[in-house]
C-alpha cells in the first residue's frame, strides 16, 4: 500500500498505528497527489481553507495547502483527528464509511 508508506515515511513515532493505518486509507481515498488544487479541497487530504485554519494553519489559498508538505499535512489530519475525538466522520463522512474508520 503505497500511501501507507508515504505517510509512515512522513509520521513521527507518536502517532498511533490506528491513526497512520487509518489515515493512509482515506489520503488513498480523497487524493493520491499530496499537491494536488481541486477546489474547494486541496492536497493528500483535501482539505477546506476553513479545516486548514481552523486547526492553526494559516493558508490564504489553497495552492498554499498543496504546497505544504506530506508531513504538514499528515500533522493537520492528526490534528482533526484528535480535535474529533478519534474519528475522522466530520471531516471525510463518505470516505470514512469507505474506509471502515471511527
Known sequence: MN???????????AYPAVFL??????HAHESRDWHIVNPPYAGGFQFT????????????????????????QTRHAWY??????GTWRHDWPATSRICGTR
Open 80 to 85: 482533526i483527528f484528535t480535535i474529533r475525538g
Open 49 to 72: 481553507l476553513h479545516t486548514w485554519d481552523e486547526l492553526g494553519g494559516h493558508a490564504t489559498s489553497l495552492a498554499q495547502i498543496a504546497r505544504s508538505s506530506p508531513r504538514e
Open 21 to 26: 493505518r487509518e489515515a493512509a486509507c482515506i
Open 3 to 13: 500511501a501507507l508508506r508515504t505517510i509512515l515515511a512522513t509520521a513521527v513515532a
